[in-house]
């Protein structure tokens, strides 16, 4: 009996490999903002203060996710850093890695300012999976141990005498 998961009928269903990994981010991973701190403490981010957060990211699919950059993109009402001194409309945070089948690993911290007032909640940053590599060692260590044995046997007569 053969188990086939979902990345294995992913690529089944594609024909390619390539396919399956063109994909992999919308299929497998989804992408969480977490730790939010307003600084100074507040229930509401005034023009002029700042923030904080880490992102979560979460892989449900069977690649461990390698050199994972996590973007994020200020806007008209916040700019971004990842150190608190060098303000811009653009920041990512050190790569981190995400191992397969529900493996959950967070960024350090994101900070933002905020610059102008939004009237009502409206998207302050935007927050992207920038790059990544995929690690096969993982899938196919874990496929390979569970391999049909290939075999053969050598078919020939044996007789008592020449």
């Not at 461990?64 to 920041?91: H, L, P």
């Not at 397969?100 to 967070?106: C, L, M, S, V």
């Amino acid at each position: 009996m053969s188990v086939i998961n979902d990345f294995e009928k992913t690529v089944y269903d594609y024909g390619n490999l390539a396919g399956a990994i063109v994909d992999y981010l919308k299929t497998f991973v989804s992408i969480s903002i977490t730790d939010f701190e307003i600084d100074p403490p507040s229930n509401k981010l005034n023009v002029g203060e700042k923030a904080r957060f880490k992102v979560q990211v979460l892989n449900k699919g069977n690649l461990k996710m390698t050199d994972v950059v996590i973007q994020v993109d200020g806007t008209t009402y916040a700019d971004v850093s990842t150190d608190r001194s060098t303000w811009g409309s653009s920041a990512s945070a050190p790569a981190i890695s995400v191992n397969a089948h529900g493996d959950i690993q967070k960024t350090s911290y994101f900070y933002l300012k905020a610059k102008a007032a939004t009237g009502n909640a409206k998207d302050i940053v935007k927050i992207r999976v920038n790059s990544w590599d995929g690690d096969f060692c993982h899938i196919l260590h874990l496929h390979s141990t569970r391999s049909i044995p290939l075999e053969i046997s050598l078919n020939k007569e044996i007789s008592t005498t020449d």
